[in-house]
Structure formats: C-alpha cells, structure tokens
C-alpha cells in the first residue's frame, strides 16, 4: 500500500475554495488590526450632532439656573421678612423702635455678621442686601420689604394678617 500525498496547491483552486468559503470573513481579517481609529468623517458627524445638542441643552439649562436664583432670593427674602419684624417686635417691646433703627436696616448687607439683624438672621448670600423697609412706627409691623442680590430684587408686601405677596415694582 503505498500512499501518496499530494500537496494542496490553493492558488490553483478557486479563491472561495482556498478559503473554505469564507472569503468575506478573511476580507474582513485582511484589514490592520491596529487601524482602529475613526475617519475624519464620523468625527466631524459626531462634532455636528454634539453642537447642535449644546445649541438645544445651553439656554435651557441657563432658564432652570436662574429660575433656581429668583427661587432662592424669594426665599431669603421671606426670612428676611420674619427677621426685620422680630427684630421690630423685640425694639418696640423695649420701647426703643424709632426711624433711625430703620434705617439702620436700609442697604443691610446681609453677609456682615456684625449687622441689627446679627440674632435673628444668619448671614445671607454673598452680595444679598435689604433695599428699603417700611415700617407702621406705632404699631411695630412691617409692610414692605425691599430684597436685593446680585440676580434679582425681590419686593415683598405684608399685610395685617401677616400674610406675605411678592409685590411688582
């Protein structure tokens, strides 16, 4: 028994058949392995849509970024409201509420620690300040707080019942 072995000889055979039919496959293993890097196309494409979605995002997020600044200077303005009129309440139980401890609270800055209002409020935000105060001198009730910061200003009214409405300038 003799056996004879016949080298393969692919490049002789048809190329799908060298390949075992799958030329598509081997197409494929033919690139680089280390090419991997994307063309200068899908680059800008990808730079396109990522502006056009900054172009949409940006100003909807700087509505909601101020909308929260008017929010916290509304609310600050309130404490500021229930300060100035405990500390109304406490003058006029002492006997000394007068015009000059208003004004005294005229252009407060609220972030100085060292101000009228030192116990009844805690400090405010950076460049926050109370405008103006009216004040009923007999009776120790605030009617109209003016709130400032650097964002907004904020006009509050106070009637008899203590209830609190933003007022428009």
């Given amino acids: ?20 039919g799958k030329w598509k496959m ?12 994307f ?3 899908e680059l800008i494409a990808v730079v396109a849509i990522l502006s056009i979605l900054l172009c949409i995002a940006v100003p909807n997020m700087m509505n909601y970024i ?6 916290a200077a509304k609310t600050e303005a309130q404490i500021c409201v229930d300060a100035v009129q405990r500390y109304l309440n ?3 139980e002492k006997g ?4 000059p401890k208003l004004l005294r609270l005229m252009s407060l800055d609220l972030s100085n620690s060292d101000g009228p209002l030192k116990d009844y409020i805690s400090g405010g935000q950076k460049g926050a300040r109370i405008v103006s105060v009216e004040a009923d001198l ?4 605030l009617q109209v707080l003016k709130y400032e910061n650097r964002y907004c200003t ?9 209830n609190i409405t933003e007022a428009s300038d």
């Avoid at 081997?26 to 890097?37: F, H, L, P, Y």
């Fill in 1 to 20: 028994m003799s056996l004879e072995i016949k080298p393969r000889m692919w490049y002789n055979e048809p190329l799908s058949a060298a390949y075992g």
């Fill in 26 to 37: 081997r197409k494929k293993d033919m690139k680089k392995k280390g090419n991997r890097a």
């Fill in 39 to 41: 063309t200068l196309v």
């Fill in 66 to 71: 101020n909308a929260a600044h008017e929010a």
């Fill in 90 to 92: 406490d003058e006029r």
């Fill in 96 to 99: 000394t509420l007068a015009a």
């Fill in 138 to 141: 007999a009776t120790g009730r």
């Fill in 154 to 162: 904020v006009k509050l009214n106070i009637d008899e019942d203590g």
